[in-house]
């Protein structure tokens, strides 16, 4: 397979200035997987399609992010390239890109535009958690059948329809680190169920058809003592009664993804809106952790981008910037040359990651996921640190895409439920403990 074409988040060129000459750029930016050699064709195809995709994301990208405004026309061309079901079951119509395969499109999609890549995330996990996790997990012959026959309308929606799902998790408690219930209710009533509470940083706010909402199921006679395993994954359509959007959007970074906030007021949905049975998602959420490693990928392709337009910079072959070379400065060669390290080292455990997730992972793959994830994530926006400080001022200049790359980097090791201090915190006590062991407590 040939490399993806020049992944190059930069201006397009000002009409009639031709910045480098007739020389076209002889450098070939890594394959986001490395080596495509070890992937399967079906992956390479996925990615190439992605990377085809990739130039009009990057182009657009500067103005999402000016505006915080959301990246319809990347989901137009999404749609078209048939992404949006990427991760449908093939007997339903989709791609059935397994977790590797998904991770790595999306690394692709984030060395073009964060944004599109971590919204995207949102809107995939309603398909990869309804399908292959809940296929992994146990379920009764009846709660099979049942989850079978609703998610079929479900993925109808996204391959037939086009339509988009978000997944607003976070609340501002404790619930979104897993250490609560959800503070979201929903209670059950004839036909179906009544949602009501708020969820905080709900990224495709306004833009999603359907909102797939982790809620607590609370059973008449027991108001108030759901616990974490009554969780529920509710589709609630944009335009439900009782449900409101809410809140200003103007943050650091990671813009376009619009994560405003929503409002449920007795939102009825019928049973029919259950994407997973009552009582899966606990039960995913303890046997399939790389579940939630899916936030990561996007940052390893914004990790990527960084690298390469530092690569660029100091070839002197980025559009709209003068030809100065800078690349014969020892200096320059050494920070090249850690930031590669980084990128690479990233890289190993992206792909370690990758093709480890699985259900029930022993306790050391749970180790290596966590310490994958909180790599990512922190070396993301190290790379686009170093690369700033490599390129130097005029680099950080608005008009130039690494400022707004080191922006959307910021926001990776902040997403619950494993920020970069949970993933520590993990690892610490999971490594010195064994399932069951205390201590006395240390006065
Ligand atoms: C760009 C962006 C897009 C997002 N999109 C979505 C989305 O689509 N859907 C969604 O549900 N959420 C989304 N989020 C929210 C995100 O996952 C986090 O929930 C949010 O950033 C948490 O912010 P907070 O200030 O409320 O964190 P807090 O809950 O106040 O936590 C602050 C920090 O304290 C630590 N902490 C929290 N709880 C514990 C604990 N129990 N034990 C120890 N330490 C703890 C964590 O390290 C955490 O980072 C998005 C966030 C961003 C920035």
Known sequence: MSAPSMPSPMPSQPP??????????RYVPSHIAGSPASLTAAQRELIGRVAELGPGFAERAARYDRDATFPFENYVDLRAAGLLGICVPREYGGLGADFATYVM????????????ALSFNMHVSSCMWSGFIADALEMTPEQRAGHHRIRAQHYRRIVEEGKVYAQP?????????????????????????????????????????????LCTLERPGHEGRGTRRDSMYLAVPADAP??????????????GTVSRNLAFKDVFVPEDARLMPEGLYFQAASRF???????????????????DFTVMYLRAEVPGMPPVKRRMYPTKQIAVAEMRVKLEATRALFLQNAREARVDPDKDTRMRLYAAHYTIMENANDLCRLAIRTCGGQSMLKSLPLERLYRDSRCGSLMLPWTAELCLDRLGRECLYEAGEKDEQIE
């Open 16 to 25: 009639g200035r031709p910045d480098r000459g007739d020389k076209p750029s």
């Open 105 to 116: 499109v999306a690394a692709e999609i984030g060395r073009w535009c964060g944004a599109t």
């Open 169 to 213: 998790f976070s609340e501002g408690g404790a619930a979104a680190a897993g250490a609560a219930p959800w503070g979201t209710i929903a209670r059950q009533v004839e036909g179906g169920y009544l949602i009501s509470g708020k969820k905080i940083f709900a990224s495709l706010a306004g833009a999603a058809d359907w909102y797939g909402v």
């Open 242 to 255: 009782g449900l409101e959007i809410y809140g200003d959007w103007d943050p650091l970074g990671m813009r």
């Open 289 to 307: 952790p790389h579940m939630f490693s899916t936030l990561s990928p996007t940052y390893m392709g914004i990790a990527q981008a960084a690298y």
